[in-house]
């Protein structure tokens, strides 16, 4: 039976997924979670695990068992492992279905490859089944901070295919948030020598004209008004002028912020960021990836601190030549004088390159951004060179950034990342955030990029950070609670009703990607997701085909052992592995100490970067290749062969 029928079928069976106010159970069962839950969960599981759980009782004589795959599953939840009384009747089943999903994963989704685990775990097995009960504990916690009371868990798929209809939603002028003064930043001494380059020669940036672009309607109806009114909230703001000429024009239509009744307006950019050429990599950008390389040592304390600039693209100056390139639907005075209290000639002071004062009333007059779009390609490079520079001139030295690009120091006593408008900091000290966050207040401030002063923290034990949390007691990363509960709830509803429009599944299967940063090994699960969320008919509803209901059913019971333990200690140990078709496959290590354990760690994930032993005569010649060399010093002669399978 495959893994996400078995998950349904039992889900069905015993569980009506609700939440009882009463009791304060995530699940509850329409029948009792008592020996028939635990029954109907050894019957379904056995079939698609080919073991009997409920007759694992100490048999021996099997042999030794190296293997730790597949692990069989326990009868009854670790007496070792603390867990809430009120997950009780859950907290065996998502045991399970972490543990089957760790099975079918070993065995690389070939159920035909599945053997009958032997009955009586080994030390090892308890070992990993007592880490999973650990992970699953506290992933009920976590669900249960996040999830809404009479949640109906069948339908938390509806968000991602409900997102997909809410292009018609209308604009309200008042609704969208727009700086108080716009273009405070002059990002010139800010950017690197490279990007302004770049973005100074405008002719270069872009390949072809778009003037056909210009005959873009625009919004219609009661849209049209409210349109024109945001246009005029946008001049008084200084976020766009009036243009008679212009060389692109791109739609705008509003999208729901999170905030209640708060929209966002959205320039679609998409056409004129394919005429652009290829944009830079943004400098030292964090992700979730970057949180992973964190150590803390044993008695270390950690503070988190964050910085967010206000409307950070809204605040930065674009030059006056890549202003033609950020077009709207044009408007007329006649239509613009009929919302406002200014007097004609006022209105025409906003057209920035007209030859006269006098114009027409129906000219056509198009609102182009005076700074640097949300929605065009360049953008973020530029917001993001601007943020890392305010944090640069704040003292905060290049090799603490969190980034993949630059492995982390191992001093770690000051760590930042920059995700575009968002700044992170990692302290050890108290004393130190507090300085180096003045510092940053007054290189923001200085450079016209003001925070958004209610979203300071200010080293706090825990803090939200690219949809993660971090806590400092103890030192661990993990999915933030709401996000990571609404991606869970939006699966365990696809698996009950797995049918779904590719469009939708790739918005979820971006969120579960983000997360598995976190634990890249996870994105080894996904392959034939990616061929149906490509699907040419984006927004038809079609049913899962089983392989991809198994890698989503597979994503969704592994959701327990995404986040990491930022305490967890180097082994005195570096262990090398290959393998090819031709020669098989083996495994050599070596013995170090922690630090040059630690050290070399660092550079996991990161790209270019490799490692190079020392050459002993005799040894065969390195070959070329790309990236960044890590001399390590040590032979080939120093490891230890450890398995050589061919």
Known sequence: MALWQCFRRFMGATVSIAHRPEDGEIFTGAKSFGSSAKEQSNKLFSEWTGTSVGSCKGERGLGRQRDIFPVPLPELWPESVPCKEEFCSIR???????????????????????????????ASQRAVTNHVARRCAGFLHRLAEACPPNFDWTSGFGRYESAEKSCGLELKAEAVDIPAQAGTCDPSPLLSDDLLQAVSDVESLFSRELSYTLQTPGPKGKDRSEYIKLVLRQLDCGKVRLRLR?????EVFPVAKTTPGRQREVWNGSLISDTAAQPPKPRFLANPACFVDIHAQNGETLYFSKRDVSTCF???????????WFGQPAVTLRELARFSNKSLAELVEFVVDRETAHLQLDAKLYPASTVWRMGFSWSSAVAQDCTVSCCLQS????TAFLCMEQPLPLDQ????????????????SQAHAQERMAQ???????????????????WESSMAALGCQLFADPPAVEPNSAKLFGLFAALVGLLLKPTASPKALSKALGVSQWFCLLQRPMFSIFDKVYDFVRDSNQSAQISLPPAVANELAVATFLMPLLGADLSRDFLCKITASDACPEYGFGVSSLRCSRETARSISQLAERHGDYVR???RPGDPLEKDRLGKPHRL?????????????R
């Open 92 to 122: 065996l089943v998502i045991l399970h279905c972490c543990l089957s999903a760790l099975n079918f994963l070993a065995v690389d989704f070939n159920a035909a490859r599945s053997q009958p685990s032997r009955c009586a775990a080994t």
């Open 395 to 398: 003292g905060v030295p290049e």
């Open 413 to 428: 006593s000051e760590l930042c990342g920059v995700a575009t408008d968002d700044t992170i900091f990692v302290h050890r």
């Open 633 to 645: 010093p040590f032979s080939q002669q120093d490891f230890r062969c450890v398995l050589s399978k």
């Open 613 to 615: 032993l020392y050459c």
């Open 246 to 250: 212009v060389r692109a024009v791109a």
């Open 314 to 324: 809204d605040v930065i100056q674009a030059p006056d030549a890549m202003q033609e």
């Open 440 to 458: 940053l207040d007054a290189a923001m401030m200085q450079a016209g990029m003001p925070k958004n002063a209610e979203k300071d923290v200010n």
